[in-house]
T-cell receptor, first 117, second 107 residues
């Protein structure tokens, strides 16, 4: 149980284009999901908290107009990197909190490798 | 989120127990203690979590100090597949990842 998927697993795009990454909780409902970014040899950095039916909460220094988050259902959150540039190349990872559990344990997706040329 | 301190790296031999320490001296009363591990180019994998009492699951055991200012993740018999970066996080709500402990398992 507690499986989270991400799609695509890797994407290569040209500078200036937008890329959408999907995060799905497959066997549980998740009112709250999270988006992280991880650069090579570094730890995960939280970008934003995604809440179903409401606006996402972004961490300090994360541009909300550049990283658009939509959480339209209890099993799906999307992250759109708008006007991507080479410095946005990174490993993007989502996580989801299981609504059916009383603890705040998060379950992570496998990640999406974004390369911007 | 409370900050945690972990050794940068540890080594173990296959089939031996491994004790991964973590200090979280500023933990608050509502913070859980979470352990995740991550392999290269993969998302973190949940290992175990606890609040006050020691916890066991099929992957590991978590020993929590009585004052909750430290904890130890115990892998009872390390395998090569346990080689990963192990993250200890004390939080309620958002997870703040530190640098973790790189565990190397020798055959």
């Amino acid at each position: 149980g507690a499986v989270v998927s991400q799609h695509p697993s890797r994407v290569i795009c040209k500078s200036g284009t937008s890329v959408k990454i999907e995060c799905r909780s497959l066997d549980f409902q998740a009112t709250t999901m999270f988006w992280y970014r991880q650069f090579p040899k570094q730890s995960l950095m939280l970008m934003a908290t995604s809440n179903e039916g409401s606006k996402a909460t972004y961490e300090q220094g994360v541009e909300k107009d550049k990283f658009l988050i939509n959480h339209a259902s209890l099993t799906l959150s999307t992250l759109t990197v708008t006007s991507a540039h080479p410095e946005d190349s990174s490993f993007y990872i989502c996580s989801a909190r299981d609504d059916g559990r009383s603890t705040d344990t998060q379950y992570f997706g496998p990640g999406t490798r974004l390369t911007v040329l | 989120d409370a900050k945690t301190t972990q050794p940068n790296s540890m080594e173990s031999n296959e089939e031996e127990p491994v004790h991964l320490p973590c200090n979280h001296s500023t933990i608050s009363g509502t913070d859980y203690i979470h352990w995740y591990r991550q392999l290269p180019s993969q998302g973190p994998e949940y290992v175990i979590h606890g609040l006050t009492s020691n916890v066991n699951n099929r992957m590991a055991s978590l020993a929590i100090a009585e004052d909750r200012k430290s904890s130890t993740l115990i892998l009872h018999r390390a395998t090569l597949r346990d080689a990963a970066v192990y993250y200890c996080i004390s939080s309620y709500g958002k997870l703040t990842f530190g640098q973790g402990t790189i565990l190397t398992v020798h055959p």
